[in-house]
């Protein structure tokens, strides 16, 4: 008899200095036991806190891909990105639209996901990457 899957966990963060500034993402993917399977950070240059925060969000699902993973619980504590992935607000702005599209694209190859917000306060190890990324680009 074959054991159930259980979903694996990402916390995404992006980080916006200024905004429009130097900005980076940050990813964090959790197993069912709350090990951690993949932690990565992104300098993206200059860019707002909403699109760090869907790039945030595409480096952390291109990680669960690349594992194989098949389900996911996916924690931001972005209100504005997770309600648009709902659909329950329509992406508007020009330049998040093809990040938006490209997230629609990734989420269609994992078997089963949900998305929901959860308080900065929950999300300290995505946030510390997405600085981290910040960081590393500033030294550049």
Known sequence: MSQPVVAWRLFTDGASRGNPGKAGAGAVLLDSEGRELAARSLYLGECTNNAAEYRA?????HAALELGCIQLEI???????????????????????????EVKILLAQIESWSIAHVPREQNKRADQLANRGVDEGSKQ
Not at 57 to 61: A, F, S, T, V
Not at 76 to 101: A, M, N
């Open 75 to 101: 924690y931001l504590d972005s209100e504005l990105i997770v309600r648009q992935i709902q659909g329950r607000y329509k992406v508007k702005h020009e330049t998040l639209k093809p990040l938006f599209d």
């Open 57 to 61: 969000l595409l480096l952390g699902l």
